[in-house]
Nanobody, 125 residues
Framework: QVQLAESGGGLVQAGGSLRLSCAAS????????MAWFRQALGKEREFVAY????????YYGDSVKGRFTISRDNAKNTMYLQMNSLKFEDTAVYYC??????????????????WGQGTQVTVSS
C-alpha cells in the first residue's frame, strides 16, 4: 500500500510559478507510475501529467503542455510538479495519484489505486 501527501500549494499571481511535491510512504514507490490530477470547483477531476515508474517517460494534458513539468526522485520517494506561467484557469485542488500497469488509461482517474488528500492552488488574475 502507498500513502501519498501533497504539499506546496498556495496563492500566486498569474504568470507566476509554484512547485508541488507529493511524498510517498513505503518502500515500493519506485514501482509505481505517478500522476497529477486537478479539480476545479464544480468541475470533474482533470488529468494534468503522468510519469513512468523510472521517470523515463512523461505525458501531459493539453492545457498544461509547455508550462508544467512532472518529475520524480525515487531515492526520496517524492514526485514533483513544476508549474510555470500560471493562469487563472489553473486554479484547482491538485491531487497526486499512483498506479501500476500499462500506459493504457493513464489519463483516467479510474485507473489509479492511491490518492493524496490534495493541495489548493489559487491563481489570481
Amino acid at each position: 500500500q502507498v500513502q501519498l501527501a501533497e504539499s506546496g500549494g498556495g496563492l500566486v499571481q498569474a504568470g507566476g510559478s509554484l512547485r508541488l511535491s507529493c511524498a510517498a510512504s513505503g518502500r515500493t514507490f519506485s514501482s509505481y507510475a505517478m500522476a497529477w490530477f486537478r479539480q476545479a470547483l464544480g468541475k470533474e477531476r482533470e488529468f494534468v501529467a503522468y510519469i513512468t515508474s523510472n521517470g523515463d517517460s512523461t505525458y501531459y494534458g493539453d492545457s498544461v503542455k509547455g508550462r508544467f513539468t512532472i518529475s520524480r526522485d525515487n531515492a526520496k520517494n517524492t514526485m514533483y510538479l513544476q508549474m510555470n506561467s500560471l493562469k487563472f484557469e489553473d486554479t484547482a485542488v491538485y491531487y497526486c495519484a499512483a498506479r501500476r500497469g500499462p500506459l493504457l488509461g493513464l489519463g483516467s482517474r479510474k485507473t489509479y489505486d492511491y490518492w493524496g488528500q490534495g493541495t489548493q492552488v489559487t491563481v489570481s488574475s
